[in-house]
């Protein structure tokens, strides 16, 4: 790395190389900042996979209200209504800021756009680009402006290991690359890692996305935010290949249907049919394959011939499985693709840590209450990080002496708590499920080792699962199937996580020998 440290003092630094990383950089320009991927751009970023689009409300027919209603009635209860307005009113102009970007979104013959409909929307309103290709068209846009953009310092291969925090401000970043350790000092940082889909075995998300920046934030004492809801999507191709390959959901939108193998379909007559909120088909599904089924997506009707024109990237693994989905039922199982909760923000994406800002998935600014509108991500990634930018650059830069040395943790290895978190969070939870996740996760999380930071995401995600003893949105007990009255956020540090395990973690004993 030629780069001197020395001369990125100061300077804002954004953890994080999807789309709300790119976006926030971008948006900053021409202060200088410095940009951190620990992988070459776009090769660990869920952004890069999403391929149902970018909602917004650009249609003749269509308004921000009608699409801030179906947003909360999605979010079951927990969205704040006032910060989901403000960022659905946002939208329209998010599609217009990408197009000049170079994004190139799908269009009408008349040069209008192409819209798409998706599950709880009522309105044909999903922007695509090139078909299912959204999510790899838009980082192509925003990864070729960032390199040819002088303001941004990109430090590909680096990785944020903690950031350096006194009196509750932030101080600098330990990050590691493969020269070694490095810090950047700066009073002024930005979280955009993305979501936790990595901690899970079967998850659209790349492997190398489980909730990095959640712990990077608890270490430093931030509060987090609803970390429960976890969304399941319904359709993943049910496969070998990791990530699973998704179907958008996009294909229902066109009138495919969800099936058996024996050719029922088995979600007819619930309300909303296949159309459903994303929480009600996962289990639906999950369901429907625990009774002994597989599950099928048959677009063999709808869209039918016109499939591989629609859907070219998903038609082309369909082809190398076998399957050609205008003449055979495509395999599906739910998996794990996005995360609600994340680093507790205000409106301006400011977390509980002064000089510490969140955008994307890893932030929970409170669009998605318990339950992600389909293709309401992308959207607040981009809408967010105009304001994080702003609010970043109307932060006077601070000259903090050089941090303290510390010891920088080793590199974070999710693999042996995979199968831990597949005990108690799954699509459907109870309580002896989430305690025995928490036992498994504890000791791991209190440590200091590989696995000991992926260990605490998860540890925090399952003690706001045990917390919360109802059921809402992505977040499904079946020992306690009914919805509360009222819906309250979820909220705690990382000291607090750690003590409502410790005490789950000590009352075992004492159970199980009431049992005997």
């Known amino acids: 790395m030629s780069t001197d440290m020395s001369d990125l003092i100061g300077h804002p630094v954004i953890i994080g190389g999807g789309a709300a990383g790119l976006m926030t950089a971008l ?55 006032a910060a989901a307005s403000r960022i659905v009113h946002g939208a329209p102009g998010a599609v217009e800021r990408l197009a000049k970007l170079g994004v190139a979104f799908d269009r009408r013959p008349d040069g209008g756009w192409r819209l798409g409909l998706e599950a709880a929307h009522g309105r044909n309103r999903i922007v695509h680009a ?166 099928f997506l048959d677009a063999r009707k709808n869209p039918g011939a016109d499939f591989a024109r629609r859907y070219p990237v998903i038609s082309a693994f369909c082809k190398m499985a076998g399957i050609d989905p205008a003449h055979d039922p495509i395999p599906i199982r739910p998996a794990v693709h996005y995360h609600m909760g994340g680093i507790a923000v205000d409106g301006e994406g400011r977390s509980t840590v002064q000089g510490l800002w969140a955008c994307g998935e890893a932030a929970r600014t409170g669009l998605h209450g318990a339950n992600r509108l389909a293709s309401n991500s992308l959207m607040e990634a981009i809408v967010c990080a105009q304001w994080v930018a702003a609010s970043v650059a109307g932060t006077r ?64 995600i399952a003690v706001a699962a045990v917390r919360r003893e109802e059921s809402r949105g992505g977040h499904f007990r079946t020992d306690f199937p009914d919805t509360a009255p009222s819906a309250v956020p979820s909220s705690f540090t990382r000291t607090d996580a750690l003590a409502a395990a410790r005490d789950i973690v000590e009352s075992a004993p004492s159970v199980r020998s009431a049992k005997s």
């Open 397 to 460: 830069a601070g000259t903090p002496a050089m941090p303290p040395a510390e010891t920088i943790p080793p590199a974070a290895d999710p693999a042996y708590v995979r199968p831990i978190l597949a005990l108690g969070l799954g699509v459907l939870r109870d309580r002896d499920g989430i305690e025995r996740t928490i036992r498994g996760l504890y000791p791991l999380a209190r440590g200091q080792g590989a696995t000991s930071d992926a260990a605490l995401v998860g540890l925090m």
């Open 27 to 81: 948006a900053l320009a021409p202060e200088p900042v410095v940009l951190l991927s620990k992988s070459p751009l776009g090769a660990e970023a869920s952004s890069m996979w999403a391929q149902g689009g970018l909602a917004a409300a650009v249609g003749a027919d269509d308004a921000p209200t009608l699409h801030l209603t179906d947003t909360i009635a999605a979010g079951a209860g927990l969205c704040d209504e």
């Open 130 to 295: 090139t078909g299912d290709g959204t999510g790899r068209e838009i980082m192509r846009a925003l990864i070729a402006e960032v390199r040819r953009t002088p303001s941004i310092t990109l430090l590909e291969g680096v990785e944020a290991r903690r950031l350096l925090v006194e009196d509750n401000a932030v101080r600098g970043v330990l990050a590691a690359s493969d020269r070694g350790a490095l810090t950047i000092v700066s009073n002024r940082v930005v979280i955009a890692t993305g979501g936790i889909g990595g901690l899970f075995a079967d998850s659209t998300n790349p492997g190398g996305c489980f909730g990095q920046g959640l712990a990077l934030a608890a270490h430093a004492g931030a509060k987090l935010s609803d970390l429960e809801f976890v969304q399941f999507h319904p359709t993943a191709f049910d496969g070998p290949s990791r990530p699973m390959p998704l179907l958008t959901e996009a294909i229902r939108g066109d009138g495919a249907t969800l099936i058996d193998e024996t050719g029922h379909r088995f979600m007819a007559d619930q309300p909303g049919a296949e159309l459903a909120a994303r929480d009600i088909v996962a289990r639906a599904v999950w369901r429907h394959r625990a009774d002994g089924h597989r599950t």
